[in-house]
T-cell receptor
Framework: DMKVTQMPRYLIKRMGENVLLECGQD?????MYWYRQDPGLGLQLIYI???????SEGDIPKGYRVSRKKREHFSLILDSAKTNQTSVYFC??????????FGPGTRLTVL | AQKVTQTQTSISVMEKTTVTMDCVYE???????LFWYKQTASGEIVFLIR??????ENATVGHYSLNFQKPKSSIGLIITATQIEDSAVYFC??????????????FGAGTRLAVCP
């Protein structure tokens, strides 16, 4: 059963703290994504990773960075989190086909 | 730049009826792919159905079908015989077939569907 996992599912941080969101997939998919979802805005692409150490900015990369050292893991890092980064973050992966498979999401609150 | 627009913020229908959700898109590419995803109340996002731009036949999967009107840049999602569990937020998305864009999906803002008993 194809699966994308995300940890943690819920996170509360104070402004200025560092944040690490983890994503894993067990399908050996090459391409992985990080999105954020805000009310009324749908899903906005933050970063794409084409494989290990091959990452590309999405539409809203400012304030974020990513790391992919193993094909099955893709991390999103917020250095010195800001209150406007409060959101729900989704990770996704895609095989050589067309569909993206999404993780369950991480709800991040920055106080 | 590609853009996807869903003008219906929310729709409410009675159970067992048919509902259509609208989506229009903008692209400069002659080859592209259109998708519909469903987000349940728990937050889970699930792929539903895809339409390839070069195909004239409307895609159908189970009780989901598409109304693809290429001249109008429109891809409507039709759900027949709606069930309570179809209540969710539905997202339209597009991916162009351009080099550098092949991996990128652009999403609409979503339409919230409520199916009432």
């Amino acid at each position: 059963d194809m699966k994308v996992t995300q940890m943690p599912r819920y996170l509360i941080k104070r402004m200025g703290e560092n944040v690490l969101l983890e994503c894993g997939q067990d399908m050996s998919h090459e391409t992985m994504y990080w999105y954020r979802q805000d009310p009324g805005l749908g899903l906005q692409l933050i970063y794409i990773s084409y494989d290990v150490d091959s990452n590309s900015e999405g539409d809203i990369p400012k304030g974020y960075r990513v790391s992919r050292k193993k094909r099955e893991h893709f991390s999103l890092i917020l250095d010195s989190a800001k209150t406007n980064q409060t959101s729900v973050y989704f990770c996704a992966s895609r095989d050589r086909g067309y569909e993206q498979y999404f993780g369950p999401g991480t709800r991040l609150t920055v106080l | 730049a590609q853009k996807v627009t869903q003008t219906q913020t929310s729709i409410s229908v009675m159970e067992k009826t048919t509902v259509t959700m609208d989506c229009v898109y903008e692209t400069q590419d002659s080859s592209y792919f259109l998708f519909w995803y469903k987000q349940t109340a728990s937050g889970e996002i699930v792929f539903l159905i895809r339409q390839d731009s070069y195909k004239k036949e409307n895609a159908t999967v189970g009780h989901y079908s598409l109304n693809f009107q290429k001249p109008k840049s429109s891809i409507g999602l039709i759900i027949t015989a709606t069930q309570i569990e179809d209540s969710a937020v539905y997202f339209c998305a597009m991916r162009e077939d351009l080099s550098g864009s092949f991996n990128k999906l652009t999403f609409g803002a979503g339409t919230r569907l409520a199916v009432c008993p």
